[in-house]
């Protein structure tokens, strides 16, 4: 796609392909995936059931090898690391949030917020400090200490979402993270993200397929049977032109 040259790319990838069995029953996942993200946007993956988004949102976090093809963020080429690199990869620039929230349930909401700083071999104070702002951040300064048992879905989603920006990385993913939700939550969770997660160094990738949050997006890429067919950015009248090579 031919890019603005005054926005910087944050995620970029080149012909990459992906695929899952063997022989007869191999599954082509991915078949020449070429997409750009940019430093400061909401990019948002959107298509059908199957089409690809979650592998690619995978291969872009280095959680699966490519099969071909090249993914680059930030200046460093995940294709090229090994297992032990991409682990250092996503401990130093990546933050996850997941539909299913997965918080630790004997921790409360500031211990879980707490957890990647102390992986991080933060003091314990200072992890519980930085995790209590955050909480407040995302509207839950007055819930640090409740359990997940006794927060709402959307308070589990907001506990996630400060739990993936705590160390500051620089590319938050979101895999679905509305589909637990109903609709009023789901936005006011998008709003969030958009208030406290897009900022000029980072960049923000949502897989969804919950057409009500596409208003939040920057850009929407859409896929259909593992490769990126248009990328539009809002308010556009016609889609970016998509590289083919």
Known sequence: MIANKNEKIAVRLRGVTKGFGE?????HALTGVHLDAYL???????GPSGCGKTTLLSLIAGLLDTDGGSV??????????????????R???VGFVFQQFNLIPVLNATENVSVPL????????QATQQAREM???VGLGHRINALPTKLSGGEQQRVAIARALVAQPRLLICDEPT???DGDTGAKIMQIIRDVACIDKRCVIVVTHDSRIFKFGDRIA???DGRVLAVQRQGAETPEEVIVL
């Open 23 to 27: 022989g007869s029953a191999r599954i």
């Open 40 to 46: 400061g946007e909401m990019l948002m993956l959107v």
């Open 72 to 89: 680059c963020a930030f200046g460093s080429a995940l294709d090229k690391m090994n297992a032990e690199q991409k682990v250092c990869f």
């Open 91 to 93: 401990r130093d620039n």
């Open 118 to 125: 102390l992986i991080r071999d933060i003091p314990r104070k």
């Open 135 to 137: 909480l407040d951040m």
């Open 179 to 181: 589909a637990s939700l």
């Open 222 to 224: 859409r896929m259909s």
